[in-house]
C-alpha cells in the first residue's frame, strides 16, 4: 500500500531543493560567475533620468533686480529787476541737462506663452508688472540775480513707483536646456518730478512765485528692448538673467515749468514654472 505521506514528504523536499538551487544559480549569475551554462547575465537596469530641457507652453514667473533711471531737468525760471526794468534769465539753482541718477530695486510677476519650431527657433509673448524703489534727487546752489534778488534752495526730485508692459521675445536655442532671447515690447512706468525752490526779493518780481513740493506724476510710456539668457534648472523650473532699456521721453512740472526726460537701463533676474 502506498504511504503518502512520505510521498508528500519527498515531493515537498524536492521543491525546496530546486528553489534553492535556482536562487544560487541566479545569485552566481549577477555576481557575473554565469548560469548553469556558463553565460553571464546582465544587472537589472538603472531608472532612465529624463535630461533637463526647456519646453513649448505657458509659464508663470518672479524677478526682481535693479533699475537705474536717469532723469534729466530743465527750466528757466524769469526774474524781471523792476527797480531799472532790465530782465534776466537764470535757472532754478540747476544746470542745464543736469541728471538726477533715480537708482532702486525693482520685483514683480510675468508670465507668457513661449513655442518652438524647426526645433531650433523660439518665439513667445509676455506680459509683466513689476514694483520700483527707484528715486533721487539734485540740489542746487543758491543762485543770485544782482544785489536783490535771490534763489536758494532748489531740488529737483525724480521718483518712480510702478511699471508694466507686453513684450516678444524671440530666440534661437543654444542646447536643450538653454535658450538666448531678446525682448522687443511696450512699457509704461509711473514716474513723479517734484520740483522746490524758495526765492527771496526786495525789488524784483520772481516768476514763478515760491514753490514748496510741487510734483507732477505721470504714466510714461517707452519702447523697451533688451537681451536675456534662460536655463532648466530641474524639472519645469528654470532661470534668467536679462538686461533692458526704455526711453520715457519727458514731461513737465506744471508750476516751474521744469522738465524731466527719463530713461531706464534695467537688469533684472527671474525665477520660471513651465506648466507644459
Not at 537681451?227 to 534668467?240: D, F, K, P
Request: charged share 10%; net charge neutral.
Amino acid at each position: 500500500m502506498i504511504n503518502l505521506s512520505k510521498i508528500s514528504l519527498a515531493v515537498v523536499a524536492t521543491t525546496m531543493l530546486l528553489g534553492s538551487t535556482s536562487a544560487l544559480a541566479a545569485h552566481h549569475a549577477y555576481k557575473g560567475e554565469g548560469n548553469y551554462k556558463g553565460e553571464a547575465m546582465a544587472a537589472p537596469a538603472a531608472p532612465c533620468v529624463q535630461p533637463l530641457a526647456l519646453h513649448d507652453g505657458f509659464y508663470l514667473g518672479a524677478q526682481g533686480g535693479y533699475d537705474t533711471y536717469s532723469v534729466g531737468v530743465s527750466g528757466p525760471v524769469t526774474v524781471t529787476n523792476t527797480g531799472t526794468g532790465a530782465t534776466a534769465t537764470t535757472t532754478t539753482g540747476f544746470a542745464q541737462g543736469r541728471d538726477i541718477a533715480a537708482n532702486g530695486f525693482v520685483g514683480g510677476l510675468f508670465g507668457g506663452y513661449g513655442m518652438y519650431w524647426n526645433n531650433f527657433y523660439y518665439l513667445a509673448g509676455e506680459l509683466f508688472v513689476n514694483d520700483s524703489g527707484a528715486n533721487d534727487n539734485i540740489t542746487g546752489q543758491t543762485t543770485t540775480i544782482g544785489t536783490t534778488t535771490t534763489i536758494r534752495g532748489s531740488t529737483q526730485k525724480a521718483s518712480v513707483s510702478w511699471s508694466w508692459g507686453v513684450s516678444i521675445l524671440p530666440g534661437l536655442k543654444v542646447n536643450d536646456s538653454t535658450l538666448a532671447y531678446v525682448r522687443l515690447g511696450y512699457s509704461q512706468a509711473r514716474i513723479q518730478g517734484t520740483d522746490n525752490y524758495l526765492s527771496t526779493s526786495t525789488s524784483a518780481t520772481v516768476l514763478p512765485a515760491n514753490v514748496n513740493g510741487t510734483g507732477n506724476t505721470r504714466s510714461q510710456s517707452a519702447f523697451q528692448y533688451g537681451i536675456g539668457l534662460e536655463t532648466a534648472v530641474y524639472q519645469n523650473i528654470s532661470v534668467r538673467g536679462e538686461y533692458s532699456h526704455a526711453n520715457y521721453g519727458s514731461f513737465t512740472q506744471g508750476v516751474t515749468g521744469t522738465k524731466f526726460s527719463a530713461s531706464d537701463n534695467q537688469f533684472m533676474a527671474g525665477l520660471i514654472y513651465h506648466f507644459a
